[in-house]
């Protein structure tokens, strides 16, 4: 990720921009209000302490939640938060949204004045309808604002089908209400993972592989060719950055997880030469095609991708092949796309066409709104604008998705593992189309760590967990079910995001912030209904600091975890001992906010570290610790008897590899940067200009570029052979 962080020693004063708190209100109220809507009071720090939240920041926090206080606020505010929050669940008829394991019986409370008659009923998602029985089950009534409310207890029976559905309520013969309701999987069984099976696969930066035919960045032909390269080596899956939506148009954000939307696809990925309608054209206009693609093609070894330039020269190309015209056929799927793209494809498209037309993604006040009047009046004009974005996506997804077509017809069992970030820009579309989703004047970030000592913003809004409720997770199963258009796996980053996040004033430090919970029964079972209609398999990126409880729940679901070599170690501090890893996991050497392992056998996160000034340690002081860190690692290698005495780097990476081979994880990967020896990291955590993050292009050890045409013409890859050879095939 893409951090915007400030890193300070761990004993620095940091100061605080929390707005003033009125000094008498009570502690133990606040703290009572938080627990009430899943706010935490306390958090563990890095150095294993507990530490209590600021009054005043959970009240800002609550206040972002649409709770009905302030920092301002007295004790009586306090005091009828309070009370409204315990009523809240009285005052609506039917839940807000209910979420229920298929085979699971549950109970579905129905809320009324007290005395009056309700009908209550289903709608499937097939059209099927039906009425829920009542129970016999008294409940006393309560007293909401002078009247009393009762409850009626219904019951969904286990035997609904999994799926999106609706339930409705009609009181004393009045209109009915509705709610949804989300019938989800105990756990999910993807064909790919059943009986005992292990897979290896490679992990890579898709935009960082280029071919010579490209246009300056990577693109889905040239992921259809790695993925082709990848499996012809015997990988079964490949695992790719984020493909999430970017800015229509200069300055575009480097870094994949910081997308515009996670609901459509970054068209930056289009190969304009493989768009059918480019062959209609006249061979002059195609040569002009030709040009605009050559202008931004630099092979010098010394270049970084320039997305801004690139894109440009693609856009303009991309416009010229829209003009031409499409066959009927042709005609008819593109009118399919949009219809099924519906209000959310017309609203990104409308964002789209605003923003090129504006010159930014900070639209004007006129256009704050897709309701706007103004925003309307820029639709009727400009039409073909937004259909051009529109068929924009429709081109987009059909060229990545031909991408995992091409990995399983060659043989991957899992073929493209997408990723899906975990947040989006605060003045993308998706903010734009629905601003109430999302908390008012809050980000999401990291709490302070040894990593990141003042803690970590990400400047990306947090969706509010009642709205995603009141949305039935609509959000949120679009997300999931776009990105899995495009691959036969997800790996969900930052997976406690569905469990909670932690929230922070956008004008504020990190340490102003506090965890927000969302309802994971709810999240996740949205997540699992999504695999399971894709026979998907689900990784969740559960790095860190993690309750165990946390992991023993998503491996009860049938998610997969994540263990990176480096990071599992014993109490000790030496390294996990390879039978002792969990086998519910993707398992790997490295990840992308690690360098290359080469690149870390050689220290270059400590010397990139201390040339922009962000180590708070003496520099020999970390590079002692590196070098122990790296002689526990072979000395547990030779353990295994995976590596010699005196061993070479590239005997210390094969062992490395081995090692992790030899545990029983289901999946384990090899990064394509290791395969060629590439040193320089793709992202440096704790940085965002000073490095060129998400911008380095594939190289080897010697900082020369591979081309995706040099990994064709290879006898095959040493490392993946070392990886076949240590899974046994």
Known sequence: MNEDV??????????????????????????????????????????????QVEPGNLLRV????????SPHSSNHDVVEAIRATEDAPWLDTL??????????????????VHGDSVHVWYRLEDGTTGDLAQLDRYVPPREVDGRWRGRATFEIPGTFPLGYHTVFAEVNGAEAVSAPLIVVPHR???????????????????????????????????????????????????????????????????????????????????????????????????????????????????????????????????????????????????????MDGGEQLENYALWSALVEDTGSVTLPDEFSSPLAP?????????????????????????????????????GMEIGLMADLAVGIHPEGSEVWADRDAFAPGMY??????????????????????????????????????????????????????????????????????????????????VLLLEAHRANAVLIGEDLGTVEPWVREYLASRGILGTSVLWFEKEGSGWPLHADQYRRDILGTVN?????????????????????????????????????????????????????PEDETDVEFMDGLHRYICATPAR?????????????????????????????????DGEGRRVWMEDLAVQEGNHLFAVMREAMGE
């Open 62 to 69: 609550l206040e972002a939640m649409g709770v009905a206080v």
């Open 188 to 338: 999910i069984d993807p064909s790919a993972l059943r009986g005992d099976r292990r897979f290896w696969g490679v992990n890579a930066q898709a935009y960082s592989i280029q071919s010579h035919s490209s246009w300056g960045v990577g693109d889905s032909s040239d992921l259809s060719d790695l993925a082709a390269i990848t499996a012809g080596e015997g990988a079964q899956f490949l695992l790719i950055n984020p493909l999430h939506a970017a800015e229509p148009l200069a300055p575009i954000e480097n870094s994949p997880y910081l997308p515009v939307t996670r609901q459509w696809l970054n068209v930056s990925y289009i190969r304009p030469e493989s768009v059918p309608e480019y062959s209609m054209l006249p061979d002059g206009v195609r040569d002009d095609v030709e040009d605009l693609r050559t202008s931004v093609m630099n092979e010098d070894d010394d270049v970084l991708l320039d997305r801004d330039s690139c894109w440009a020269a693609k856009l303009a190309a991309l416009k010229i092949i829209y003009s031409a015209p499409r066959s009927v056929h042709r005609e008819a799927l593109f009118q399919g796309f949009c």
């Open 374 to 410: 103004a925003v309307a009046q820029f639709a009727a004009a400009h039409q073909e604008e937004i259909d051009f974005h529109k068929w924009l996506q429709w081109i987009a997804l059909d060229q990545l998705s031909d991408c995992n077509h091409v990995a399983t017809q060659l």
């Open 444 to 525: 999401v970030g990291a709490p302070p760590d040894m990593y990141s000592q003042q803690g970590q913003s990400w400047s990306q809004p947090p969706y509010s967990p009642r709205q995603l409720a009141v949305r039935g997770y609509e959000p949120l199963r679009t997300v999931i079910a776009t990105t899995l258009k495009l691959a036969g796996a997800l790996r969900i980053d930052h997976i406690l995001g569905l469990f909670r996040l932690w929230w922070l004033p956008k004008d504020g430090s990190p340490a102003d912030g506090t965890y927000v919970y969302y309802d994971h029964e709810a999240t996740v079972g």
């Open 591 to 643: 990840t992308h906010d690690l360098p290359p392992t080469q690149g870390y056998i050689e220290g270059i996160q400590t010397t990139l570290r201390d040339k922009l000034g962000l180590l708070v340690e003496d520099v020999e002081d970390v590079r002692a610790a590196d070098r122990e860190e790296q002689h526990r690692m072979a000395v547990r290698l030779r353990e295994y008897g995976l590596i």
């Open 667 to 699: 999946l384990v990967a090899a990064a394509l940067v290791d395969a060629v020896g590439e040193k320089r990291p793709q992202n440096l955590p704790g940085t965002n200009t000073e490095y060129p993050n998400w911008r380095v292009p594939l190289a």
């Open 95 to 112: 839940p807000i949204c209910t979420v229920v394991r298929r085979g699971d019986w549950r109970d579905l409370p129905v809320h009324v």
């Open 6 to 51: 400030l890193e300070v020693g761990p004993d620095a004063d940091t100061e605080s921009t929390t707005a003033y708190v009125n000094p008498d209100v009570d502690h133990e109220l606040v703290r009572k209000l938080a627990d009430l809507n899943g706010v935490a009071t306390y958090f563990w720090t890095w150095g294993g302490s507990q530490q």
